[in-house]
């Protein structure tokens, strides 16, 4: 079993959606949270970066993390066609990069 | 403008061959890493460095070699011992390698094995 499980869609939503990416995890240790955004044949950047539980918001994007329920959400509000990429989630327990577990992705069309 | 650079974009090596994929970044990052990503499954981490001429394995480091001869510099070679070698490779930088989470990723070399 992963220690990070993702949902790798494709997933296809019309704009203006409220689109939900979510990751699961077993490790209860990991206490840092991060997703990144991929747009094809690039590397991917960082979007928003929680610790522990809680919510955290920029703009359209929500994060949200479950630790009770070993489980992270990304929201996307209004989506927008340029929202179209593969979303990625990361954890860690001591938040050094060099820890980081990766989720495999889920793919993402916001359709126009 | 700041940012990592690799090369090549694109890469096709026959079976027996090494190739060294080339990564320079102009952030001064003190730590550079080297994923590799495959359908399917997450970033997993070949090597990294936290300063110059120190370099630690990853989770896959089998079959890879690096070098830190220079701050800006992170070379990997896929050698012929890599039994699965076509890939997605992905460098990246971040300030310290204890630094919150915080990855700089180039775009990304493809390798392909004839």
């Known amino acids: 079993q992963k220690e990070v499980e993702q949902d790798p869609g494709p997933l296809s939503v019309p704009e203006g959606a409220i689109v939900s990416l979510n990751c699961t995890y077993s490790?209860?240790?990991?206490?840092?949270f991060m997703w990144y955004r991929q747009y094809s044949r690039k590397g991917p950047e960082l979007l928003m970066y929680?610790?522990?539980?809680g919510n955290k918001e920029d703009g359209r994007f929500t994060a949200q993390v479950d630790k009770s329920s070993k489980y992270i959400s990304l929201f996307i509000r209004d989506s927008q066609p340029s929202d179209s990429a593969t979303y990625l989630c990361?954890?860690?327990?001591?938040?050094?990069?060099?820890?980081?577990?990766f989720g495999s992705g889920t793919q993402l069309t916001v359709l126009p | 403008d700041g940012g990592i650079t690799q090369s090549p974009k694109y890469l096709f090596r026959k079976e027996g061959q090494n190739v060294t994929l080339s990564c320079e970044q102009n952030?001064?990052?003190?730590?550079m890493y080297w994923y590799r990503q495959d359908p399917g499954q997450g970033l997993r981490l070949i090597y990294y460095?936290?300063?110059?001429?120190?370099?630690q394995k990853g989770d896959i480091a089998e079959g890879y070699s690096v070098s830190r001869e220079k701050k800006e510099s992170f070379p990997l070679t896929v050698t012929s011992a890599q039994k699965n070698p076509t890939a997605f490779y992905l460098c990246?930088?971040?300030?310290?390698?204890?630094?919150?989470?915080?990855?700089?990723f180039g775009e990304g070399s493809r390798l392909t094995v004839l």
């Open positions: 460095s936290q300063i110059v001429n120190d370099f």
């Open positions: 990361a954890m860690s327990r001591s938040g050094s990069a060099r820890q980081l577990t």
């Open positions: 952030l001064n990052h003190d730590a």
């Open positions: 990246a930088s971040s300030r310290t390698s204890a630094n919150t989470g915080e990855l700089f």
């Open positions: 929680t610790y522990s539980s």
């Open positions: 490790n209860s240790a990991f206490q840092y």
